[in-house]
């Protein structure tokens, strides 16, 4: 399984490079320039659910190691 923050690296190269792909693309084919990026926007909304998913692993354990009460 690939580690998160490999993912997290993957995801933002696809968006980075779909924007400027996506612009390029407007003045060749405008069909692929609106494929392009609605992939985007789905690598964004993808980062979004991985960083969610993080916060909520490192609240869990944060949760776990409190020693307040002590």
Known sequence: MMKMGRLKQLLLLITVV???LGIVMLFFNVAAAVLIFILQGVAILAIFIVLIVER????EEDDENDYRNY
């Open 18 to 20: 779909g924007q400027f």
């Open 56 to 59: 909520i692993k490192e609240k």
